[in-house]
T-cell receptor, first 112, second 113 residues
């Protein structure tokens, strides 16, 4: 079974803090993704990576950066958290770009 | 441009009823992939099925079945004899050739005992 884990289920941070969200997959998948999910807006792609040290912007990259130093780990970084980044963050991985994505349990981030 | 429309925002049924969740998609690609995911109240999206554009055969898996019709650009999902555990938000998604995965807005299904 594919396992995607995220470092926290719930996180509360203050405005202006630097926030790290970690994601690890154990199936040697090439591709990894970060989404945010908001009521009424659905899932929106923030960043993705097709290989180690490689990253591509998704639909809403502003205010975020990512890091992929190892194949199994994909980190999402909020350089200076703001209240409008309060959301559910979902990490996913897939073997090939056209293959199904497997999701982690999500991190519900609240920025106060 | 790619688009997925799930017109049904919420559906409520009584246990043992059959229910169909609609999904209509738009793409200019001839090669594309369609997916269904389930998101139970716990929050984790669970992969259910993947279909490529060249395989129009319907799929059945236990109480779940999928009807893919290219003529109407639809990929509908039916749950037979629904159960309370089927209560979740269901997402249809599309990935065109060399494109990003695009999700519909989801259909919230509530199965009442």
């Amino acid at each position: 079974d594919v396992k995607v884990t995220q470092s926290s289920r719930y996180l509360v941070k203050r405005t202006g803090e630097k926030v790290f969200l970690e994601c690890v997959q154990d199936m040697d998948h090439e591709n990894m993704f970060w989404y945010r999910q908001d009521p009424g807006l659905g899932l929106r792609l923030i960043y993705f990576s097709y290989d180690v040290k490689m990253k591509e912007k998704g639909d809403i990259p502003e205010g975020y950066s990512v890091s992929r130093e190892k194949k199994e780990r994909f980190s999402l970084i909020l350089e200076s958290a703001s209240t409008n980044q309060t959301s559910m963050y979902l990490c996913a991985s897939s073997r090939g770009a056209e293959q199904e994505q497997y999701f982690g349990p999500g991190t519900r981030l609240t920025v106060t | 441009a790619q688009k997925v429309t799930q017109a049904q925002t919420e559906i409520s049924v009584v246990e043992k009823e059959d229910v169909t969740l609609d999904c209509v998609y738009e793409t200019r690609d001839t090669t594309y992939y369609l997916f269904w995911y389930k998101q139970p109240p716990s929050g984790e999206l669970v992969f259910l099925i993947r279909r490529n554009s060249f395989d129009e055969q319907n799929e059945i898996s236990g109480r779940y079945s999928w009807n893919f019709q290219k003529s109407t650009s639809s990929f509908n999902f039916t749950i037979t004899a629904s159960q309370v555990v089927d209560s979740a938000v269901y997402f249809c998604a599309l990935r065109g050739w060399n494109e990003k995965l695009v999700f519909g807005k989801g259909t919230k299904l509530t199965v009442n005992p």
